[in-house]
């Protein structure tokens, strides 16, 4: 009997993704499943039912949930979601399983098998399936949008009968994928850009893209592609060389973040003071507690001297066509490991699959988030 994957309408605010599109439903009616589909749940991200041509449509929610054997989800499910999932069923989905301990353990009770995306292992082999990655190119692309928006000034460089206007200097803070994004978006906006990492191997992927590497004489290269955690000697002089940079930046974006950990603090409320008035700064890390001291998830603040602090909330739903596009391939990547004939058969022995387990068979298996619970 053919497996049921199953898609509902995303509920979070400002949530406009969908975890399937008409093109990843035509795949996996190829490889022999069933595709559910609640009516208008691709309407958001501007999907009509209409365009689900491999899909059946369903009512509601309800009636949905109550049929899948697998969950496609973009926003991790709710309790109520949770609930109307029949035992032993599977959910693939972003889970941020260290912000909701009870969600975790709902899972566990429900004998749900339930694979957190962002647990996924960083490997060659895994990148068609992360959607870290995916949505953060999307993330980092928008960020450079707003923040031309913001500034009072001009991005490029401008020869006009009033005189030659002077291009913007721009400095994006991380050098991950939506760093990277972000350098490519303001240097084809015709900023003069730099990018700055503590690792020192984003040296040349920053000089690629025809930014400029800002070396502040501090190395901080760690395991997994993340930076470590620096000592409090090399804290200090980054700032110390930072905060003198900033004096002459007109925008600076900042994307450094690392999954299921607050998001590292880099530019003090002393640094912002000293920049100069009409410089903005978006953060894209707000939401996990900001690279910028002051910035404020989902609010634009300006300070008492003139610069403008931005903290972008889900930006990757602003795009939602082909952020859809993206994670419903990621998605569709991850599940084929365990899809054949039809039918879901998921290989233990894969690190992929057993990596990216978060709760089966009624236990916690991403041991950090096992302590967590147990500790709640």
């Known amino acids: ?30 490889k022999g499943a069933s595709v559910l589909l609640q009516s208008g749940a691709g309407q958001p991200a501007s999907f009509p039912d209409a365009a689900y041509k491999d ?16 969950l496609f989800k973009v926003q991790p499910p709710t309790l ?33 098998t339930a694979f957190a995306m962002e647990l996924l292992p960083r490997t060659t082999r895994a990148q068609a399936m992360d959607v ?37 200097k721009v400095l994006i803070v991380g050098a991950g994928v939506a760093g990277l994004q972000a350098i490519a978006t303001a240097r084809r906006l015709g900023a003069q850009v ?26 901080a290269a760690g395991s997994g592609g993340y930076a470590r955690e620096l000592t409090a000697e090399e ?6 060389a930072l905060a003198e940079h900033l004096k002459g930046i007109d925008v600076v974006v900042t994307t450094a973040a690392v999954p299921g950990r607050k998001a590292p603090r880099i530019i003090s409320a002393a640094m912002v003071e ?23 998830a989902g609010q634009s603040v300006t300070t008492a001297n003139g610069v403008t602090l931005i903290g972008p909330v889900n930006l990757a739903a602003s795009a939602p066509i082909h952020a859809s596009e993206m994670y419903a391939r990621n998605l569709f990547n991850f599940i084929e490991l365990s899809l ?20 089966h068979a009624g236990e916690i298996k991403h041991e950090p988030t096992r302590q967590l619970v147990d500790g709640a």
Not at 4 to 11: C, L, M, P, Q
Not at 196 to 204: A, G, I, L, S
Request: with cysteine; proline share 4%.
């Open 274 to 296: 000293g920049m100069k008035p009409g410089a903005v700064i978006v953060d894209i890390a707000a939401e996990t507690g900001g690279n910028v001291e002051g910035s404020q």
């Open 55 to 70: 899909a059946e449509a369903v009512a509601d929610a309800a009636a949905t949930l109550a049929r899948a054997d697998v």
């Open 132 to 168: 870290l990655s995916s949505q953060a190119g999307v993330a980092g692309y928008k960020a450079v949008l707003i923040a031309a928006e913001a500034s009072p000034k001009f991005f490029p460089m401008l020869t006009t009968a009033a005189g030659t206007i002077r291009p913007s």
């Open 235 to 240: 804290r200090e002089q980054q700032q110390k």
């Open 1 to 30: 009997m053919a497996v049921n994957i199953a898609v509902v309408r995303e509920t979070s605010s400002n949530e406009r993704r969908v975890a399937l599109t008409p093109e990843v439903a035509k795949k996996l009616k190829g």
């Open 340 to 359: 054949k004939d039809g039918a879901l058969n998921l290989d233990w022995n894969d690190e992929l699959i057993a990596k990216t387990c978060l709760t």
């Open 194 to 219: 730099e990018g700055f990492d503590v690792r020192p191997e984003t040296k040349e992927q920053i000089e690629s893209l025809g930014a400029k590497f800002l070396d502040l004489g501090v190395s």
């Open 80 to 112: 109520e979601e949770i609930a109307q999932l029949r035992e032993g069923s599977v959910v693939v989905s972003l889970l941020q399983p260290h912000l909701a301990p009870e969600r975790t353990r709902a899972l566990r009770d429900r004998r749900i």
